[in-house]
């Protein structure tokens, strides 16, 4: 979904109905379109990172370390939401 997002703002231009310009209560990293893109970018590559290093372990039947892939991702997930937190 953050690649999607990062696609369809950076590479597409496609910013209709996104409030870019800190209007209202939004997070900081909509103060413009390359910032939106970059960190949609970034949070998209930590989550595939997260799939692969996960697909890799179950094919390899590593539970512990499908384990820590499921731990890792619900990090990332309460990081993510703590992350638009910021204002």
Known sequence: MNLHESI???LLKQTDNYPFG???????????????SMTMLIWGL???????????SIFKNKISRTYLTFG???ILIV???IHGQID
Do not use: D, M, R
């Open 72 to 74: 890792i991702l619900i």
């Open 8 to 10: 369809k703002i950076g």
């Open 46 to 56: 930590l989550f595939i990172t997260n799939l692969i290093f996960g697909i890799v």
């Open 22 to 36: 800190g209007e209202g209560p939004v997070p900081y990293y909509y103060k413009s379109a390359g910032l939106y």
């Open 79 to 81: 990081a993510q939401y």
